[in-house]
């Protein structure tokens, strides 16, 4: 039900002089749709009057790296082709990165990029953490870009609070509206480039939310639903997405903009299922992969991951960050 990746590395190389390496990686995402169902949680009402945000025009512009730079990664029958080398152990690129001090001095500093760059690149940092041979990267690390965030994967720590926020930049919202600063500059270029390429206006409906916050929402929930309804629509605190200030929740706008739930189906909408990694986004819970996320279908929700590794993300076809990193599917809470 879940997306697979399989990853087969070829290697030829009999020639006398010349060595010839055949690698071949191929990744392929199945899948299978079936639930199609909105509800995110909540307008929200949140953080705007206690961030302390700056303003919009000290939001720093992100370098767009990495989109053009990545290989493009085949989806091929390699497989059979490689004679059986799959899955993570053997993927390659799985050395260490943490043996590296580059590495570890790269992580140190805060900046995931510098990291994902010392690590040899978002397939060499993706494919080592698959493998479970990176253990200095904390995938619960709240303040990562790569952070996984999900009903067995509470944050750490779990009231952790992002800084700097910042709404985005000339883009519109119902409600709510702040981010972490360098996800609403993101925001802001995504925004402009879906309306410069005619898919029109595109407003933020919901971004971080407090672990306060949170703790009332989803007691709310459960009283309108019930506890187990209410998970399917609404994270428990410390296990939301936008508690990390890397989650948007994005809506339609012309003449004003509409909810959540009218996001799906809209040119809006499959421009950003197309384009969205460009500026760093995924959409987190896709149609099908409840089974992976426990979420139903979210169109609306992105999530920044960063370029270098939505890049990787899209041109791989992964459907969820779970299959990306390797980790068991999270349909549940464990309690
Ligand atoms: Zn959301």
Redesign the pocket.
């Known amino acids: 039900m879940y997306a697979r990746r399989r990853i087969a590395a070829v290697v030829g190389g009999l020639a006398v002089v010349v060595l010839v390496v055949a690698g071949v990686v191929g990744l392929t995402s199945m899948l299978s749709r079936s639930d199609a169902a909105p509800a995110?949680?909540v307008a929200a009402l949140l953080g705007d009057a206690t961030t302390g945000a700056p303003g919009a025009s000290e939001i720093p512009v992100p370098a767009q790296t990495g989109v053009a730079a990545q290989q493009p990664v085949t989806d091929e029958a390699a497989d059979e082709a490689g004679g059986g080398a799959s899955d993570a152990a053997n993927e390659p690129g799985a050395a260490d990165p943490c043996a590296d001090p580059v590495f570890q001095q790269a992580l140190a500093s805060g900046s995931d990029a510098d990291a994902i760059a010392a690590a040899g690149g978002a397939e060499s940092f993706r494919s080592a953490i698959a493998a479970g041979a990176a253990p200095c990267v904390d995938l619960h690390e709240a303040g990562r870009t790569w952070v996984v965030v999900n009903k067995l994967n509470a944050l750490d720590p779990i009231d952790y609070w992002p800084e700097p926020q910042a709404r985005a930049e000339g883009v519109e919202r119902t409600s709510g509206g702040h981010m972490r600063a360098d996800v609403a500059a993101a925001l802001s270029q995504l925004v402009t480039a879906a309306r410069g390429e005619g898919a029109g206006g595109i407003g933020v409906?919901?971004g971080f939310r407090s672990y306060d916050f949170q703790v009332s929402t989803h007691r709310s929930y459960v009283g309108q639903l019930g506890q187990a309804n209410a998970d399917l629509t609404s994270a428990r605190p410390g296990h939301?997405?936008?508690q990390t200030g890397l989650?948007?929740?994005v809506v339609a706008c012309s003449e004003g903009c509409g909810t959540?739930e009218r996001f799906g189906g809209t040119v809006q909408s499959d421009w950003v299922a197309a384009n969205a990694h460009r500026f760093g986004f995924i959409i987190?819970?896709g149609d099908g992969d409840t089974a992976t996320t426990g979420y139903e279908y979210?169109p609306?929700?992105?999530r920044y991951i960063g370029t270098d590794l939505a890049a990787l993300y899209a041109a791989g076809g992964y459907r969820t960050l779970e299959d990306f990193f390797g980790m068991p599917p999270a349909p549940d809470y464990a309690d």
Do not use: F, G, Q, T
């Open positions: 995110d949680p409906n919901s939301s997405e936008h989650a948007v929740d959540i987190r819970y979210e609306w929700h992105l």
